[in-house]
C-alpha cells in the first residue's frame, strides 16, 4: 500500500488536557490518548504556534508533555509564527450574534488561523465553539473549508481516517 501524505493537524488544549486524566473509566480520555497515540504513530504532524503553545503550556498534565515531546523527538510539530488576521477577527465580531459568542469565538481564532495556515484541520473536543464558528460560516464562506474533528465521537473510526490519509469529507467541515 502507498504511504499517505502526512498532514498537519491543529490540536487544541481540550485534547491534550482531557488525555491527561488518567482515570480508566473516562471514555472522553481514552479517546483523546488513543487518538494522540495514533497521530504520532501514523505520519500526521501538529502545527504549534506561539498562541496554540501558550494554551498547550496552560492545561499541561504528564501524558501530554510525553507527548509533545516524542512528537519534538521524531520531528512531527511544526513551529511557525501566524500573524493575527484582523479582517477575519472583524468578520468574526460582525457575525456574531452576542457579545458573548463574539469573545469565545475570539479565544479560538488562533486555531481558525492555524488552520487555514496549515492543512485545514482542526481537532478539538470544544463542540460548543464548532458550533458557533458553524453557524457565522454562512457568512464567512473561508471557514467552511476547515474540518473540524471531534475525537470523542469516534476515536476508532478517526484512527483508521488518520491511517488513510486524513482526507476531509464534507461532514467534518464547518457549516455542513
Known amino acids: 500500500m502507498a504511504k499517505m501524505p502526512s498532514k498537519v493537524l491543529v490540536v487544541d488544549a481540550s485534547v491534550l488536557r482531557s488525555a491527561g486524566a488518567m482515570d480508566k473509566t473516562d471514555q472522553r480520555s481514552q479517546k483523546s490518548r488513543q487518538f494522540l497515540l495514533g ?18 503550556d ?36 460582525a457575525a456574531s450574534p452576542s457579545r458573548h459568542i463574539e469573545q469565545l469565538l475570539i479565544k479560538d481564532v488562533r486555531l481558525i488561523e492555524g488552520a487555514l495556515a496549515a492543512d485545514l484541520i482542526i481537532v478539538s473536543l470544544d463542540d460548543k465553539a464548532r458550533k458557533h464558528f458553524s453557524d457565522i460560516s454562512i457568512q464567512i464562506s473561508m471557514l467552511k473549508r476547515i474540518s473540524w474533528i471531534n475525537p470523542n465521537v469516534k476515536s476508532n473510526q478517526y484512527i483508521k481516517w488518520m491511517e488513510e490519509g486524513a482526507r476531509s469529507f464534507s461532514h467534518h467541515k464547518l457549516g455542513e
Open 58 to 93: 496552560k492545561h499541561q498534565s504528564s501524558f501530554s508533555k510525553e507527548w509533545r515531546v516524542s512528537m519534538t523527538n521524531l520531528q512531527k510539530i511544526v513551529k511557525t509564527t501566524i500573524n493575527g488576521d484582523d479582517e477575519l477577527r472583524r468578520q468574526i465580531t
Open 39 to 56: 497521530m504520532r504513530r501514523i505520519c500526521h504532524r501538529a502545527l504549534l504556534t506561539p498562541e496554540i503553545k501558550e494554551e498547550w
